[in-house]
């Protein structure tokens, strides 16, 4: 049984078509990379398997249970899309109890410290993420995607304002998530990282899956 389904789903935003029938099953334990122009839909693709987008047509399972129908939103899923999730007028261990605490879980500081050592960040740096760099937002956008510790992470263009060395660090930890059995969804303009990470690649073009 896939761990993620979905079942002719579409979407239009003010008569344009963001999505057009997408069919998926993606199976347990597995990295998949969505390729894409911008605009193609692969966003809006990402943000309807969580519950953020309710399709006009069609319907999303994630571990069996129907998005908009059994949970409004998917309580399986960590995930991160750039600096689109973040509260910039709080620091980044702020931005990691919230989190936490939206889910009901404890937030022991040495847990957050913790994440923000493995995404890069100074866990005693107070400054407000405003003032963070492209870069250093992306590492703690990641960093929300991972505290929870969910078995479905999804990341949207993670590369996103990173350096070279920050890329060697994101391939080493996409395949560290696949051998803890994690499913991951990412996407990403950067062919040869997704080739590296990836165990299958969608291509998407005006809503639809051409490869």
């Known amino acids: 049984m896939p761990i993620i389904k979905l079942d002719h789903v579409s979407k239009t935003i003010k008569q344009r078509q963001i999505l057009d029938d997408i069919c998926l099953d993606l199976n347990q334990q597995l ?6 122009a911008n605009g193609s839909g692969k966003t809006m693709l990402l943000k309807s398997i969580i519950g953020f987008v309710h399709p006009n047509s069609g319907s999303i399972e994630v571990m069996g249970q129907k998005i908009r129908k059994d949970v409004l939103f998917s309580p399986k899923i960590g995930f991160s899309f750039g600096t689109e999730g973040l509260l910039p007028i709080l620091d980044g261990k702020t931005n990691l109890q919230l989190i936490l605490s939206a889910e009901s879980l404890p937030s022991p500081a040495k847990k957050i410290e913790a994440m923000l050592e493995l995404v890069g960040l100074d866990p005693h740096d107070r400054r407000k ?9 992306e590492r703690l956008s990641l960093g929300c995607a991972l505290i929870n510790d969910q078995p479905i992470i999804i990341l949207d263009e993670p590369t996103n304002g990173i350096d070279k060395k920050g890329q060697e660090f994101l391939v080493t930890l996409i395949k560290d998530l696949k051998k803890r059995k994690k499913t991951v969804l990412l996407t990403s303009h950067d062919e040869k990282f997704l080739a590296l990470v990836s165990d299958q690649i969608y291509e998407i073009s005006e809503g639809r899956i051409i490869e």
């Not at 993420?129 to 937002?137: F, N």
Request: charged fraction near 5%.
């Open 129 to 137: 993420v405003k003032s963070y760099s492209l870069g250093m937002q």
């Open 31 to 36: 990295v998949y990379g969505f390729a894409g």
